[in-house]
């Protein structure tokens, strides 16, 4: 029997974030059953790690668009693994997402890995040791650069910063332009 071959993980970021209407749409009926009929599709486990959490899971717009909620363009993503689709949110702003040039692991082992040494009480530096991780080095918006790197993230706390919200106008703008590569 062959293993379940799962999404690459690469840091990413979007290039359009949520208007205050996409937040809106979020609260309501008709988002939360899509959401719902996503994670069941799924069984609640993450497309990149095989996370399963029926508490904890994220349903990701694959194409970065919060208004493109085609069943085909969505999927099921752990906390852990969101992070590093939206990088730049995380190590920018919440500066606990760290970016290293060198690993042992590809980034959907980092993941893993990190999440079972974390939950056997292991610290940040010991797992950045079993996981080879070397040459830390900053966070750049291009994702040709990105998808050359790896993730890791730290157990600092997070900081108590909502996350920004774009006019349509903006948003627009930001779809029709994608992001660097």
């Known amino acids: 029997m062959s293993a379940k071959v799962l999404k690459p993980l690469k840091l990413s970021y ?90 042992k692991y590809n980034q959907n082992d980092i993941i893993r890995f990190t999440r079972e040494l974390r939950q056997g009480g292991k610290k940040d530096e010991e797992i950045k040791a079993f996981l080879g991780l070397k040459n830390r080095v900053t966070w750049e918006e291009d994702l040709g650069y990105l998808s050359k790197l790896f993730g890791f993230i730290s157990s600092r706390p997070f900081r108590s910063v909502p996350k920004p919200l ?16």
Request: glycine fraction near 4%; charged fraction near 40%.
């Open 14 to 103: 979007v290039g359009s974030w949520r208007t205050k209407a996409d937040e809106r749409r979020r609260g309501k009926t008709t988002w939360k059953n899509i959401r719902q009929r996503i994670l069941e599709r799924d069984n609640y486990t993450c497309v990149h790690c095989e996370y399963r959490d029926e508490d904890a899971k994220q349903v990701n717009h694959i194409d970065g668009n919060p208004k493109n909620d085609a069943e085909d363009n969505l999927e099921t993503i752990c906390h852990d693994c969101e992070k590093i689709n939206h990088s730049g949110f995380w190590a920018q702003v919440q500066g606990i997402l760290e970016v290293y040039q060198e690993s």
């Open 166 to 181: 774009l006019s349509e106008e903006e948003q627009k703008v930001r779809l029709e332009d994608p992001v660097k590569e």
